[in-house]
């Protein structure tokens, strides 16, 4: 049997599996597309976790209260779990942890705009939690069933932990709506700001999208970005309509024939611009990261050389 035949076997075998349901794990056949297509999407989610704990971290000092300082340094550190769960997930794939981070410093690998987004007030840490964490939700309750065993099963308890999130960023933004005029004010304006950046969070339309089509079909997605873009405004839209806030869209309007939300159009020229390296705090984020990289290098160094001195002294008792 020649080579291509056997290849072209093992992907019917490997599609039925995908098909009906049973989940990849690391050792199993797989098609290196699949392969690399998963080690792209993870490390981009985890540099996206990692990434994302700068424009909060930047407010735990300044938080209103002590109670909001400690939620804060709480959710802050559950960020960086969830990037550890999911950088331990692509390593199964064969890469390294100095790989993906390499090519996250390189440009090689992206992380998810909305990080390029200024947090200028408190407001902004509660749109945050309210938007961004509940736009990740719409996701990543769907990659629970993603077709690869260790992305789907990181996804359990990130998920939970990001309903937390969300519903800290929506109490910042109700307690806000429920102060003075001022207050209201920060809030509105941090939604005004906030609003679009979250809806680009799913990416280009579906047809227009290099990966989707193939991640669907292998079921590394489950859900099509318009699909899930719409579910996420369906639910913003009443929640921000509950604590008095207006979403900053002309064009918004209930839908009685489809049963949705009528939203406008999406400024895609900014988000290319922001996904090439020219958004508001692109080079600041990589920046910053890469100093705390190079900062941490000891400490990786110390854990290595301890690792290596037990693995030897074990090898001698052996």
């Not at 840490?125 to 069933?145: H, K, P």
């Not at 100093?291 to 074990?314: F, L, N, Q, S, Y």
Request: proline share 3%; glycine share 6%; charged share 25%.
């Amino acid at each position: 049997m020649s080579t291509n035949v056997e290849l072209s076997s093992n992907e019917r075998i490997f599609q039925a599996r995908v098909d009906a349901e049973e989940k990849i794990e690391p050792k199993d056949w797989m098609p290196e597309k699949y392969r690399q297509n998963l080690i792209r999407q993870i490390s981009q989610h985890a540099h996206s976790e990692v990434i994302g704990e700068q424009p909060e971290g930047n407010w735990i000092t300044r938080a209103p209260t002590l109670e909001r300082k400690a939620i804060l340094m709480a959710k802050v550190q559950d960020e960086a779990g969830h990037g550890l769960y999911l950088y331990a997930a692509a390593e199964t794939l064969g890469t390294t942890r100095e790989e993906m981070i390499g090519r996250l410093h390189s440009g090689a690998s992206k992380y998810a705009s909305i990080f390029n987004y200024p947090s200028l007030t408190w407001a902004d840490i509660g749109a945050i939690g309210w938007l961004v964490d509940s736009a990740a939700i719409v996701n990543q309750v769907s990659l629970q069933n993603t077709s690869y065993g260790p992305y789907a099963r990181a996804m359990v308890r990130i998920c939970k932990e990001e309903s937390f999130h969300q519903r800290q960023g929506y109490n910042i933004m109700m307690t806000l709506m429920q102060g003075a005029q001022s207050q209201r004010a920060m809030a509105q304006d941090a939604l005004n700001r906030w609003w679009w950046p979250s809806l680009m969070m799913f990416g280009p339309h579906d047809g227009e999208s290099a990966h989707s089509a193939q991640s669907m079909k292998w079921k590394i997605k489950r859900r099509g970005n318009d699909e899930l873009r719409q579910q996420f405004v369906d639910q913003a839209v009443q929640q921000a309509l509950a604590i008095g806030l207006e979403v900053p869209d002309a064009d918004l309007s209930w839908n009685e024939s489809r049963g949705h939300d009528d939203f406008g159009d999406i400024d895609w020229q900014e988000f290319e611009r922001v996904i090439s390296g020219n958004g508001p705090c692109n080079r600041q984020r990589l920046a910053h990261h890469k100093r705390a990289h190079d900062e941490g290098a000891w400490v990786r160094e110390a854990m290595a050389a301890h690792e290596a001195k037990h693995r030897h002294k074990t090898e001698d008792a052996a």
